[in-house]
């Protein structure tokens, strides 16, 4: 027999070594995430747990979140819940909570005595319950923008990259500058849409990104860049048009509410979250 058809011959059984060998990847993989309390059932709170290999605990809101179970506790919710979501807590696990919300948490984070909180910068997309999240990569940062900061930074990390996204692990100073970033370019592109009735976010970038592009400017002169330390070091304008690409349909929405620090509670993202 030939050494083609002995490769023939034995390709069914190099496909199940293959297979298993993929098989086993995926379990290391798997058992490398640390399991987590997922307070919230939503389009992200399924896609972690999606992520945990079946040993995580789903909490809906309201429901108290148990003391005894060890490990993160990622908050999946509204701005608006987290009141409800810290109430629920035990204070002893307060410093295990890592938020996932957008804006600028960090005046409501700040008066709750959680200086330090682990947060997450989620440039990901789930569009609707149980479909796989879409990595917000773009042209300008092809390795993608998600970023966790705290002392369950790296679970996160892992487990998003086990999830197949891409998240880095940033000291404070580096996640305050995307935080602002992202916190500008929400409010700049939201404020844009508003003016421009039924304009998603892909329109405002491609036909009114003349008037999103001055915001950031105007925002950090004056904004909460400068009283944190001006931590801004350039070309935040340029970095916050190319947050997504311009094919995105994300719809713009202005809401006023409760604020949760800074412009969060007034610029509300609807219906993806990124």
């Not at 149980?130 to 790296?154: C, M, R």
Request: hydrophobic content about 40%; overall charge positive; charged content about 20%.
């Amino acid at each position: 027999m030939s050494a083609i058809s002995s490769s023939v011959a034995n390709f069914p059984l190099l496909l199940r070594r293959s297979s298993s060998r993929t098989i086993r990847v995926r379990a290391m993989a798997t058992e490398s995430v640390v399991p987590a309390v997922i307070v919230g059932g939503g389009r992200v709170g399924r896609a972690l747990q999606a992520m945990g290999g079946g040993r995580d605990l789903l909490v809906g809101r309201g429901q108290p979140v148990p003391a005894d179970f060890d490990g993160p506790v990622f908050v999946c919710t509204r701005n608006d819940d987290l009141e409800a979501v810290l109430e629920a807590t035990p204070a002893s696990r307060w410093t295990d909570l890592v938020f996932f919300q957008n804006g600028m948490l960090e005046p409501w984070l700040q008066s709750k005595g959680l200086d330090d909180a682990n947060q997450v910068l989620a440039y990901f997309a789930v569009s609707k319950l149980g479909e796989p999240p879409i990595d917000g990569k773009t042209d300008t940062n092809p390795e993608g923008l998600t970023a966790s900061y705290g002392k369950w930074a790296a679970a996160v990390a892992s487990r998003l990259q086990n999830g197949g996204l891409s998240c880095k692990v940033l000291e404070k100073e580096a996640f305050q500058k995307q935080m602002f970033e992202k916190l500008i370019w929400i409010s700049a592109f939201m404020l844009v849409g508003a003016r421009h009735p039924g304009a998603t976010v892909g329109v405002v970038e491609k036909d009114y990104r003349y008037e999103a592009s001055g915001k950031p400017h105007r925002r950090t002169s004056g904004g909460n860049s400068c009283r944190e330390g001006n931590i801004f070091r350039g070309g935040h304008g340029r970095q916050a048009m190319c947050l997504f690409p311009g094919r995105c349909s994300l719809p713009n929405c202005c809401k006023r509410g409760n604020s949760n620090g800074g412009m969060a509670g007034f610029i509300r993202l609807r219906r993806r979250q990124f």
